[in-house]
């Protein structure tokens, strides 16, 4: 035996990864990646502006199934001069139970890509995903990103269809395993924590304004050891599981980063108060 190759493998196995997550990105609207944006079947609420420049500065733009509805309605909801500015999306892909007959017809006469995907055993938005890893293996290109424009208020069979995607993206290699997914609803963004470190970068506003929330949550699994910086109420190698504790409704303690040590997966979500026109009675801190 190579006791060598032994030591090396054990030492390979032993390595913790770490990831660092530039929000601001986002909310400056200055991803300076590849990146896509789906518009899933759901009021868009967040503002105009940033609307406008992270979908027209997408490397890719698809609209799922009835979302393609709630895009159109959002462009003539722009003033004239900016709907001209939009662009089309590249694909709409769905089932088509909720899009109606002469919106897709309309959109595929303009020149966009109609894909049906009627597998019943996935959701729209996890099919959409598998048409978009398609579009970039024909292409030859990687998505650093992808943002799913949804909706984490109403119905709860949809906010975990949509929580299950999130999984399905790295169980079933939905993505380029380096490629991170995120789903950005009203106010907020989510995304799974793998095994490992992870440094957040917080917005200024999401550090500034008293009161904005933060979550980490163990789906679908017990996380034996949580350890944080950057709470306000801080995990120190504790234990997260349902029916003992979960860390929701947390926030920021003014740290620039907030640092995650996990031992399993958690999902992780985060309050940017910029992201809509909502009024709130928090104030600045």
Not at 6 to 19: F, G, L
Not at 22 to 27: C, G, R, S, V
Not at 183 to 197: A, E, Y
Request: hydrophobic share 35%; charged share 25%; with cysteine.
């Amino acid at each position: 035996m190579d006791t060598n190759n032994v030591i090396n493998k054990k030492a390979a196995s032993s390595v913790t990864k770490c990831w660092k997550w530039n929000i601001n990105e986002f909310t400056n609207n200055q991803v300076n990646h590849r990146y896509a944006v789906l518009i899933l079947n759901r009021t868009i609420s967040q503002k105009q502006e940033f609307i406008k420049k992270i979908w027209n500065n997408a490397t890719l733009r698809i609209a799922v199934d009835g979302g393609m509805v709630h895009w159109e309605k959002f462009v003539n909801n722009l003033p004239v001069i900016d709907q001209t500015t939009m662009k089309l999306p590249d694909l709409i892909t769905g089932d088509f139970d909720s899009i109606t007959e002469d919106v897709l017809e309309k959109y595929k006469t303009k020149g966009c890509k109609a894909i049906h995907t009627p597998d019943q055993d996935h959701t729209d938005f996890t099919k959409a995903l598998k048409e978009l890893n398609n579009y970039c293996i024909d292409n030859e290109i990687q998505m650093d990103h992808v943002i799913a424009i949804a909706q984490s208020s109403g119905r709860i069979d949809q906010i975990l269809g949509n929580i299950q995607t999130l999984y399905l993206v790295r169980e079933e290699r939905l993505l380029h395993p380096e490629t991170k997914m995120y789903i950005m609803s009203d106010d907020s963004l989510t995304w799974l924590l793998s095994p490992g470190d992870h440094i957040i970068d917080i917005p200024e506003e999401s550090r500034r304004v008293k009161g904005c929330w933060c979550a980490l949550i163990p789906v679908g699994e017990v996380c034996e050891r949580v350890t944080t910086n950057g709470l306000k109420w801080n995990l120190d190698n504790q234990q997260l599981k349902f029916g003992r504790l979960v860390s929701t409704s947390n926030t920021f303690d003014g740290s620039e980063q907030v640092k995650i040590k996990c031992s399993h997966t958690l999902v992780w979500a985060m309050e940017i108060p910029s992201l809509t026109n909502v009024h709130s009675d928090k104030e600045n801190c």
